[in-house]
């Protein structure tokens, strides 16, 4: 498995601002993924972050609303632009290691937009 | 698309009652099965995983039989304790990792 930290754990932000959330691992890692989950859902990727190249987004995701860098192997960050309270939710990390088709995740921010 | 149908919660059980959580999958492939758990306040963590038809995954008293001809992957334990109340989430992966929607367990002394 690998050992992945968040941060922040939690914050509660005003609506309008901008939030960074880091993601650092403990090994060099290949592929990086950024999953929302709004309270008592289940997980929606919003991303995956290569190291040396874009962010590829799934459907109903941006870029200019989730900037994410994946500056080197071990460590990425998700900003949620413009929020506003419909972005309360756990926002996740996650990366695959030994195996591609196993990821194993941080522990989540939880944002709560007011 | 490939998708992951898990049974709907709540779960309420007593400690020592047996546990099983259904789960199906539709996959055009031959997908790698997963059963993740999240404790409250908490991210997901893997519990057991299986990468082939008849394979099972094991961990803490979990298992999961994956079967090709049912297209499915049940969580089953044989006694549950009030440390396991937590959401599990049933996952595929095959060129990526779809979530069913999470089951709430709740077990009672």
């Known amino acids: 498995s690998a050992v992945i930290s968040q941060k922040p754990s939690r914050d509660i932000c005003q609506r309008g601002t901008s939030l960074t959330i880091q993601c650092q691992v403990d090994s060099q890692v290949t592929m990086m993924f950024w999953y929302r989950q709004q309270p008592g859902q289940s997980l929606t990727l919003i991303a995956t972050?290569?190291?040396?190249?874009?962010?590829?987004?799934e459907s109903g995701f941006v870029i200019d609303k989730f900037p994410i860098s994946r500056p080197n192997l071990t460590f990425s960050t998700l900003t949620v632009s413009n929020m506003s309270p419909e972005d309360s939710s756990i926002y996740l990390c996650?990366?695959?290691?030994?195996?591609?088709?196993?990821?194993?995740f941080g522990p989540g921010t939880r944002l709560t937009v007011l | 698309g490939d998708s992951v149908t898990q049974m709907e919660g709540p779960v309420t059980l007593s400690e020592e009652a047996f546990l099983t959580i259904n789960c199906t999958y539709t996959?055009?492939?031959?997908?790698?099965l997963f059963w993740y758990v999240q404790y409250p306040g908490e991210g997901l963590q893997l519990l057991l995983k299986?990468?082939?038809?008849?394979d099972k995954g094991s961990n803490k008293g979990f298992e999961a039989t994956y079967r090709k001809e049912t297209t499915s992957f049940h969580l089953e334990k044989g006694s549950v304790q009030v440390s396991d109340s937590a959401v599990y989430f049933c996952a595929l992966s095959i060129n990526d990792m779809r979530f069913g929607a999470g089951t709430r367990l709740t077990v009672k002394p």
């Open positions: 996650s990366v695959d290691r030994q195996t591609v088709d196993t990821q194993y």
């Open positions: 299986a990468t082939k038809a008849d």
């Open positions: 972050a290569n190291q040396g190249s874009e962010a590829t987004y």
């Open positions: 996959a055009t492939g031959y997908p790698s």
